[in-house]
Each structure stands twice: as structure tokens, then as C-alpha cells.
């Protein structure tokens, strides 16, 4: 911790001297952006004194510096050296703040590198601290999957959640967190072709880092500055602040940054009629991008280039240029990372919807009390009317307040546990379907596996899968994919209405629980379903004659299906049996025979 100490009070010392007011927090943050190899062999230095008697909280805020620092000049190996010892970290002491720290720096350099799905690795690592009370830890992972959202170009997810991190930086005030949060969305507008109101935020972001003498941060956030000036004309302009960024980023070993001024300018000069120029910046930025591997940020300058060599009366070129970025788009959109994002999306969100419902639960008791307690007051005062007939009107007025208030409360309790009522049926029902969620299935095969008046032996549990699914995917797009889940669900709803319950419990793959259904009833519904689902019309858009499902079978016989567990497994192997015989099929467990 001493030496730590020094390092802050050295800097301060020398903010000081040039008439800048910093804290020795926000001193080491800019380090990881003006001077990141410093602040990395600092970081070290400090671990390796500390050795093993450094605090859990203490030995992640280091690796945290390290780590972002390292993100930000591609310094794999203090990266990958940060991710370890946070990995460590969390595993000995089960420090859930570590895991997360760990996602959110993995989920930078996927993004930065544009190999992975950054957006699930943030999700997954906002889901470690999602039950944290510290308005801190709060408001740093609402910023970290704001920023996730925001340079993965997907405003829309970015928007409310960097709004929300604003939001608590200002209560905290915290200006650099703040002010980072501003930049953000100042990006987010501008992927939503809003320049006005980007202009406004990078504005606001900039007199935040100059208010804390962190100069080179307001050059780099110039830089977003300089795109916005170019989309309303100021062309000169723009190309001073990118230049002025790109010469802070070269100094610094920013490499990711640098390249993106480097874009900028390349733009600068085309608007301002000096396209070979231009040509040529952009062309030695794409160079230098293929070097650094950084394939995240080759779409963008590939697509710049493209646009420039039409213009430059290179068509070759600029096809070549083409053809490369809807590749690497291609493989960045991949299913199985879409679905992955999809799904932990819904679970983040359903987690906050719990959150939501413990709090209005905490409401509803000390509403509850406060209507008792308004209750017990009128009644006294009834009592006490009766008792002094003296006080007359006065004390009759009182009265009728208190009752009114305690009849207002009741309302406002009735309606909060309405809402919270709402708030449960979400968190169980598959937004997509309508149909249960899996969560919701769990518990409802539980509680009937639990009921010990129930004949068990004759409950009917089928698992059914799409065949070939990812056709409809690739040849309609996935809205329409998800237009023939529902569609699928909506059959399959009303067809077991009457002798089941039917829950999505995963992407493609559906649960049909028939209490008392019977083995012969069961396998004939099941063929009715299959055959139902088979003979359905396909949307115009699907160019598919028909959609085809399997379904395993397998009935609770209290001996080798004895539990929840084993009973899946069944119907499981069995759907495995239907998909290897060529799928459009039902098959039953061979418990049923």
C-alpha cells in the first residue's frame, strides 16, 4: 500500500505543479491512457511487494489498472497475466467482484480484437456482482456493459444503460466515471446518425476531463468530436482534433485508438478534396491493423478504403475491399454467438425483474405495517371520540383523515402487489413464445413429482426439437426464425391445452409435461403433435415448404425414473433415439416398452 501511496503522490504532486486538481484515484486512471506501460510495470512492482499479504480488494484494483492499460495499448501479455491472477483471486476467495473484473477486461479485448462475442462475456460478468448492494460496484458494471454495448456499435442496448450509469456517477460524483459514461453515449448517438446530440455529449465529456486537468482525455474524446464536426460540415475543425488525438495516442502506444484517428483524418482529407492523400492514410492504417491483428477494427477502415478507391477511380480495389468486410461481418454475426448473447440477455434480465420484485416485497411489508398502524390509529381515535364527546367535530375530522389515509394506503398496497404479481409471471414466461420458461417448468415438474396424492406412474414428459432449425435462420433471417417459434409454440399450446403444459427450455427445444396422461395417451399425442407440426403453413417469407420437430417420450415409473433428473435424462436419450433415425419422429424411452 506504500508504494502505491508514492506513485499517487507523486502524480499529485505534479498535477499540483501545473495547477490541476486530481485525486490519486483518477490520477492512476489516466495513467492507463497516457501512460499505460508505465502504469503496467508500476502495477507489477506493487503486486510483487505486496506478494500475499494484499487485501482481496486491493490486489483487484491493481490488476484492474493493470488489465485496462494493457487493453488499451494490446499488451497481451500483462493482459493475460491480469486475467489469471483475477481468476486466481476469485477462485481462493470466492470474491465475486474479481470474476467480474476478469469478464469485463475479456469482453474489452474481444471487442477490441473482434475475436468473440464481447457483448455475452459482459453479460456474463455483470451477472457475478447483478446482487450488489454497493452503489459503487452498481454503477461500475452498469458503465462496463454500457461500453461493452456502445463500441460493439449497438445503441440501442447501449443507450438506457449508459443513462443509468450517468445517472449514478452524478449521485457518486465521480467526474471521471462520469464523464467516460458521457463519451459513451455521445457514440451511441451518433451510431444512431443523431450528430447534434452527440456533439452535445462529447462536449459535456470533454469540459468534464479538462476540469481534472486530464488533457490527453479530452484530445482523445476530441477525436469522436472531429467524426461529429465532419457529419455537420466543420471539416477543418475535425481535422485538427484528429490530429491532435492521433499524436497523444502514437506517444502513448494506444494502438486501437491511434488507428481510429488515423481513419478519421484519411476522412478529413477526402472531404477537404486531397483523396490521394486520403488513400494512402487509410490504406497504411488497414496495413498496420492486419499487423496488430486487430480485426475488430478492419471492417470499418476496409469499408473507408472501399468507399475511397470508387472515388479514386479504383473499382478493383474497392470490391476487394467489399467482399472483405461482408466476410468478417459474416463471421462476427455467427449464430451460435448470437444465440449465446440472446440467451444471457434474458437471463440478465429476468435476474433484474427478481431483484425488482424483492424490492417491492420489502415495500408491500412496511406498507402493510403502515396500514396497521393507521388502522390501529383510527381506531384509537374512534375510541377516544367516544370517550371525550367534548372534542366533537374536530376530533370526528381526524378521524375521517386517518381513515381515508388508511384506505389510500390499501389501494397503493393492492396495486404494488398487482405489479409484483405482473413481475413473477415474467420472470417465468419465455419472452419470445409466451409459453413457460424453463425456470417455469422446473418448478411446475417439481411440485408434481412432490405431490404425493398424485398417481406419479402415469405422468408423460416429451422433449421436442426443431429439425434442422438454422434452414429457417439462414434462409429468412432469424425474425423469422423467431416468427415460426411462435408460431410452432401457439400450435403446440392449444393442441395440449386441456392434458398438459408446455415450456420453451431452450432456443429450439420445447417440454410437454402431461400429469396422469397415461403411456398409450401420451405416445398418440405425442404423434399428433409431430404430424400437427409437420402440416403447418410456413410464412411467405420462409422459403421452406414445411418444419419438422422430433419428440422423445418417457413416462415416471418411480424405479429407474425416480427424480426429476433421471426422468429428463429418459426423455433426452430418447429424443437423441428420434433425432439419429432420421428425425420427424417420435420415440419412446425404453421404459415404455
Known amino acids: ?38 502504469l503496467i510495470a508500476d502495477m507489477r512492482q506493487q503486486l510483487d511487494k505486496l ?115 450517468q445517472d449514478a456517477y452524478r449521485a ?80 502513448t502506444g494506444r494502438i486501437s485508438d491511434a488507428l481510429v484517428s488515423r481513419a478519421n483524418i484519411a476522412l478529413d482529407y477526402a472531404t477537404l478534396g486531397q483523396s490521394a492523400r486520403a488513400l494512402s492514410t487509410i490504406s497504411a492504417a488497414v496495413d498496420d491493423a492486419r499487423a496488430a491483428k486487430m480485426d475488430g477494427l478492419l471492417p470499418e477502415l476496409l469499408e473507408r478504403r472501399s468507399r475511397m478507391s470508387e472515388q479514386a477511380g479504383q473499382p478493383r480495389q474497392a470490391l476487394d475491399d467489399a467482399r472483405e468486410v461482408i466476410r468478417l461481418l459474416g463471421e462476427r454475426n455467427a449464430t451460435t454467438l448470437h444465440s449465446d448473447e440472446v440467451s444471457l440477455e434474458a437471463r440478465y434480465a429476468t435476474r433484474e425483474n427478481e431483484l425488482r420484485i424483492q424490492t417491492l416485497e420489502h415495500q408491500n411489508r412496511l406498507q402493510e405495517l403502515a396500514l396497521k398502524t393507521a388502522q390501529a390509529e383510527a381506531a ?28 389510500l394506503l390499501y389501494l397503493l398496497l393492492r396495486a404494488q402487489r398487482r405489479y409484483a404479481a405482473e413481475l413473477r409471471v415474467q420472470a417465468l414466461r419465455d419472452p419470445l413464445t409466451g409459453v413457460d420458461n424453463r425456470r417455469a417448468f422446473m418448478q411446475r415438474a417439481t411440485a408434481l413429482l412432490g405431490d404425493d396424492h398424485a398417481p406419479r406412474l402415469t405422468h408423460v414428459l416429451m422433449l421436442i426439437d426443431f ?68 402440416a403447418l403453413s410456413l410464412p411467405a417469407a420462409v422459403p421452406l415448404d414445411h418444419i419438422t420437430i422430433s419428440i422423445g417420450v418417457a413416462l415416471f415409473d418411480g424405479d429407474r425414473c425416480h427424480d426429476l433428473g433421471s426422468w429428463m435424462r429418459a426423455a433426452d436419450a430418447a429424443l437423441y433415439s428420434a433425432k439419429s433415425f432420421g428425425r420427424n419422429r417420435v420415440v419412446a424411452s425404453s421404459l415404455l416398452h
Request: aromatic letters at 4%.
Open 380 to 407: 384509537e381515535h374512534v375510541e377516544s371520540q367516544q370517550r371525550q364527546a367534548l372534542v366533537g367535530m374536530l376530533t370526528k375530522g381526524v378521524s375521517v383523515a386517518l381513515i381515508l389515509i388508511a384506505g
Open 172 to 251: 457518486l460524483g465521480d467526474t471521471w466515471s462520469l464523464a467516460e459514461a458521457e463519451n459513451d453515449q455521445g457514440v451511441n448517438f451518433a451510431g444512431l446518425n443523431q450528430p447534434e446530440k452527440a456533439i452535445e455529449l462529447y462536449q459535456r465529456s470533454r469540459q468534464h476531463f479538462a476540469s481534472l486537468g486530464a488533457e490527453q482525455m479530452v484530445a482523445m474524446v476530441g477525436d469522436n468530436l472531429a467524426q461529429m464536426y465532419l457529419k455537420v460540415g466543420r471539416a477543418k475543425e475535425a481535422l485538427l482534433l484528429s490530429q491532435a488525438s492521433l499524436a497523444q495516442e502514437q506517444a
Open 467 to 534: 429439425d434442422h432449425f438454422k434452414r429457417v435462420n439462414d434462409s429468412a433471417g432469424h425474425p423469422q426464425g423467431d416468427r415460426v417459434l411462435s408460431m410452432v409454440a401457439d400450435y403446440l399450446s392449444c393442441a395440449i391445452v386441456d392434458v398438459g403444459h408446455i415450456a420453451r427450455i431452450g432456443g429450439e427445444e420445447f417440454a410437454v409435461l402431461c400429469p396422469r396422461l397415461g403411456a398409450d395417451a401420451g405416445l398418440r399425442l405425442a404423434e399428433t403433435l409431430r404430424a400437427g407440426v409437420a
Open 1 to 38: 500500500m506504500r508504494g502505491m501511496l508514492i506513485i499517487g503522490l507523486y502524480l499529485l504532486a505534479m498535477l499540483a505543479h501545473a495547477g490541476v486538481a486530481m485525486s490519486a484515484r483518477d490520477a492512476l486512471r489516466y495513467r492507463t491512457e497516457a501512460d499505460p506501460h508505465g
Open 51 to 165: 506478494g500475499g499479504s494484499a487485501a482481496p480488494a486491493q490486489e483487484r484494483d491493481l490488476l484492474w489498472l493493470m488489465g485496462t492499460a494493457a487493453v488499451n495499448v494490446n499488451d497481451d501479455t500483462a493482459l493475460t497475466e491480469a486475467l489469471l491472477r483475477l481468476d486466481s483471486l476469485a477462485a481462493a476467495r470466492h470474491y465475486d467482484l474479481a470474476a467480474a473484473s476478469a469478464g469485463f477486461l475479456r469482453s474489452r479485448h474481444l471487442i477490441a480484437s473482434g475475436n468473440g462475442d464481447g457483448i455475452s462475456e459482459a453479460l456474463r460478468a455483470a451477472a457475478k456482482v447483478q446482487d450488489a448492494t454497493d452503489p459503487k460496484i452498481i454503477a461500475w458494471a452498469k458503465y462496463n456493459l454500457c461500453d461493452a454495448y456502445a463500441m460493439s456499435e449497438r445503441a440501442s442496448g447501449a443507450m438506457p444503460l449508459c443513462e443509468q450509469a
